[in-house]
């Protein structure tokens, strides 16, 4: 939500009008001065019904623009690119560039390649796991979720981004 928000100000303090969609209101996107419109689209799971409230938003605003903020709904666009290609432009790498870096250990390895800094990291596949990977990498800590998809790992850091871990926010942590 917090990149949406962003994107928002961003562009909208830059004289372009912005409409914003989310699976639920109050979000604070939708309070910004730089929210021209506001749009609720409940999801029921289903991909084709999630598809066919975006269409009805692009249909509404005219956007030239989509961006999309959420890891969730870039395999709704990714299904539906050509299609969408045909209203709007899409602010989304193309694959396989796109496969990459939706792909945590794909990401890390090009990383590597190119001789980056690759912070330590543990997979991890249930809750259980996260006290010994807390205790195996050290905090800070960062949790990445890979995907939304039920049985796909999530990624423990040693990293100073955001959704960080502290021991006042985790319980259970061993000392």
Do not use: Y
Request: glycine share 6%.
């Amino acid at each position: 939500m917090r990149q949406s928000l962003v994107t928002t100000r961003s562009l909208g303090s830059r004289g372009l009008r912005v409409a914003a969609t989310e699976t639920f209101k109050d979000v604070p996107t939708f309070w910004s001065r730089w929210c021209h419109q506001a749009f609720i689209c409940p999801t029921n799971g289903c991909a084709e019904t999630d598809f066919a409230s975006l269409e009805q938003v692009l249909e509404r605003t005219h956007a030239r623009v989509l961006i999309t903020s959420s890891n969730a709904n870039v395999e709704l666009i990714r299904q539906h690119r050509k299609q969408l290609e045909k209203r709007v432009g899409i602010a989304l790498a193309q694959d396989p560039a796109l496969g990459i870096a939706l792909h945590k250990e794909r990401t890390l390895e090009v990383a590597s390649q190119l001789g980056l800094h690759i912070p330590q990291a543990v997979t991890i596949t249930s809750e259980s796991e996260v006290a010994a990977a807390v205790h195996e990498i050290g905090l800070p800590a960062v949790i990445n979720r890979e995907s939304r998809k039920a049985g796909i790992p999530a990624h423990l850091n040693q990293d100073l981004s955001t959704n960080l871990i502290s021991d006042g926010m985790v319980h259970g942590l061993p000392d």
